[in-house]
């Protein structure tokens, strides 16, 4: 599945937390799935990024993140990402079903999560569509990209987890 024994254990760390914290440390830091990046960079789609995947005209092209602002920006950025999946969402919820939301919802976007069949299928009661739904959401800019595959299953596999203890098992 290709997820990482120090992001499991960070996982694990933060099970109890509740679904945003289980989101940020899926997706922040150096082991996160996004993929932390302290300069500017423009991604697959000429996007300029930085951090944990913020994008948006406040980036400052010619500065190197700190740590901490990047925390600051992840943390920020899933704010409304949070607020959103969980009005939006009308079925109940795992913990980790909702940080797997989070973290799908962070990538591809409010508005098409909001349009997503994902969506639709979770909240007619279709908890393993939905959950099939993740891995249509592989492409950018029209061509299928082996870190969404991998980021997917990730998702996938979050989102399949019932108990703390099934996060230490591959």
Same mark, same amino acid.
């Given at each position: 599945?290709?997820? =990482?024994?120090?992001?499991?254990?960070?996982?694990?760390?933060?099970?109890?937390?509740?679904?945003?914290?289980?989101?940020?440390?899926?997706?922040?830091?150096?082991?996160?799935?996004?993929?932390?990046?302290?300069?500017?960079?423009?991604?697959? !789609? #000429?996007?300029?990024?930085?951090?944990?995947?913020?994008?948006?005209?406040?980036?400052?092209?010619?500065?190197?993140?700190? !740590? #901490?602002?990047?925390?600051?920006?992840? *943390?920020?950025?899933?704010?409304?990402?949070?607020?959103?999946?969980?009005?939006?969402?009308?079925?109940?919820?795992?913990?980790?079903?909702?940080?797997?939301?989070?973290?799908?919802?962070? &990538?591809? #976007?409010?508005?098409?999560?909001?349009?997503?069949?994902?969506?639709?299928? *979770?909240?007619?009661? &279709?908890? =393993?569509? !939905?959950?099939?739904?993740?891995?249509?959401?592989?492409?950018?800019?029209?061509?299928?990209?082996?870190?969404?595959?991998?980021?997917?299953?990730?998702?996938?596999? *979050?989102?399949?987890?019932?108990?703390?203890?099934?996060?230490?098992?591959?």
């Amino acid at each position: 599945m290709g997820i =990482s024994a120090s992001l499991r254990k960070r996982l694990i760390t933060v099970a109890g937390a509740g679904a945003l914290a289980i989101a940020v440390a899926l997706l922040g830091g150096p082991e996160g799935i996004e993929g932390r990046r302290f300069v500017p960079y423009q991604d697959v !789609a #000429g996007v300029w990024t930085v951090c944990d995947g913020h994008t948006g005209h406040d980036i400052r092209k010619d500065k190197t993140y700190t !740590a #901490g602002e990047c925390d600051f920006l992840l *943390l920020r950025d899933l704010e409304p990402v949070r607020a959103a999946v969980d009005k939006l969402v009308s079925v109940p919820l795992t913990d980790y079903q909702r940080a797997a939301l989070y973290s799908f919802t962070y &990538n591809v #976007g409010i508005t098409a999560f909001t349009r997503s069949t994902l969506l639709q299928k *979770l909240n007619a009661g &279709n908890y =393993s569509g !939905a959950r099939q739904e993740l891995h249509r959401w592989m492409f950018a800019v029209g061509i299928k990209r082996q870190g969404l595959i991998n980021r997917r299953q990730i998702e996938s596999w *979050l989102y399949g987890v019932k108990r703390e203890d099934e996060l230490s098992q591959q």
